[in-house]
């Protein structure tokens, strides 16, 4: 049982949430092309706590969404993140970019017929992506995965899998053919995703360690990129 704020900026959107007790008690997010999540994220953050007539004092915990994701966007929500528990001396909970877009699918399927895979562009032909089943068990681990015609064939051979996020794509242009490739539009990760996750992580005590903790880019970072890979 917490207030808990959550923070997403591992892709194009820059989201803040406020949980209590893992319901969504306030919400403030954008979806950007060109990854303003420095301008915008401290803002965002006084915003909910307006919506909710609350102090940031009030929290008991900061979430932040740890990985994969853009590397840039990584840095500064987990920058911003360590600030506030250390200024709070608050604990920190670091939630997993895609097993957090998994369970905001789940409650869309009750049927839990088949396997949810959440796809994060990572540039060119290559996606961040990993493979859950309805219980969002890892049925495939989080790769860095360039797609091709034989991407996935060993498991939609006997499961239906639902392609998601904005890497999804990339996947359709291949996959889109084959009756057991679902594609789900307009999926992106949100602060909201976090909330139940990292109520559960709360309340088990899987806190992070402010001072060492880093995000869980995957691949290492190359100079040369543009602002926001």
């Known amino acids: 049982m917490a207030l808990i704020l959550n923070i997403e900026t591992s892709g194009r959107a820059c989201s ?61 929500g987990v920058s911003a993140a360590k600030g506030i528990c250390f200024a709070l001396d608050k604990p920190l909970i670091g939630v997993e970019t895609l097993r957090g877009m998994a369970r905001s699918q789940m409650k869309y399927f009750p049927e839990k017929s088949f396997l949810l895979c959440p796809m994060l562009d990572a540039r060119r032909m290559e996606v961040y992506c990993a493979v859950y089943n309805p219980s969002l068990v890892e049925i495939k681990k989080t790769t860095a995965e360039i797609i091709d015609e034989n991407s996935f064939e060993d498991i939609l051979l006997k499961n239906v899998i639902l392609f998601f996020g904005d890497g999804a794509e990339k996947c359709k242009k291949f996959l889109g053919e084959n009756p057991n490739a679902k594609f789900l539009d307009f999926v992106f990760p949100s602060a909201r995703n976090l909330i139940s996750l990292s109520e559960e992580l709360f309340n088990s005590k899987k806190f992070e360690d402010v001072a060492y903790f880093e995000p869980f880019y995957l691949k290492d970072f190359v100079g040369t990129k543009s602002v926001g890979e």
Do not use: M, W
């Open 16 to 76: 803040v949430a406020l949980g209590k007790d893992g319901n969504l008690i306030a919400l403030k997010e954008s979806v950007e092309e060109n990854y303003s999540h420095f301008e915008n994220l401290t803002a965002y953050i006084h915003d909910v706590f307006n919506q909710a007539n609350l102090k940031i004092k009030d929290i008991d915990a900061v979430s932040v969404s740890k990985g994969p994701g853009s590397y840039t966007g990584l840095r500064i």
